[in-house]
């Protein structure tokens, strides 16, 4: 298996909702600019490591770092918003073409959030290439 690391620096943002806007009778959707400011942080980092985009399924793990608020001085783990999946999504759809072809071949994830003690807020990415797994269909027939 082939995996590759990295680490994004900055605050993480999660993937918010598109807004929809009416005006003139013309209707059209955007997504909000700080979410799309974070997308493309992340992508421009992954360019930076990743040649070519993974073929095939992948795993995806990520630990988002956040800032911790003065009020929960001695936690580690976020059980507050900004929701954990909305997180993921923006990591997903930014490495999108980078890391891999398409957000579909993502087969697996996992996810954690934590408080950073010193550092600065970021998040660590790893992908994962599942590529050359073993055929389980194939080896329980075999059985």
């Not at 992508?43 to 040649?51: M, P, R, S």
């Not at 956040?66 to 001695?74: T, V």
């Given at each position: 298996m082939q995996n590759i690391q990295f680490i994004v620096i900055g605050?993480?943002?999660p993937k918010a909702r598109a807004r929809t806007v009416r005006k003139g009778g013309r209707t059209w959707s955007f997504t909000p600019k700080k979410v799309a400011a974070w997308e493309k942080t992340v992508?421009?980092?992954?360019?930076?490591?990743?040649?070519e985009p993974f073929l095939g399924p992948v795993m995806v793990s990520m630990i988002f770092y956040?800032?911790?608020?003065?009020?929960?001085?001695?936690d580690i783990w976020v059980s507050t918003t900004p929701d954990l999946d909305n997180l993921e999504k923006a990591i997903l759809d930014a490495l999108n073409g980078v890391a891999y072809t398409d957000d579909r071949f993502v087969v697996g994830k996992n996810a954690q959030k934590k408080y950073v003690r010193r550092e600065e807020p970021s998040v660590l990415i790893r992908v994962t290439s599942l590529s050359q797994q073993i055929n389980l269909t194939k080896f329980s027939e075999n059985s």
């Open positions: 605050e993480p943002v992508k421009e980092e992954a360019k930076k490591i990743f040649n956040l800032s911790r608020p003065s009020s929960r001085r001695k």
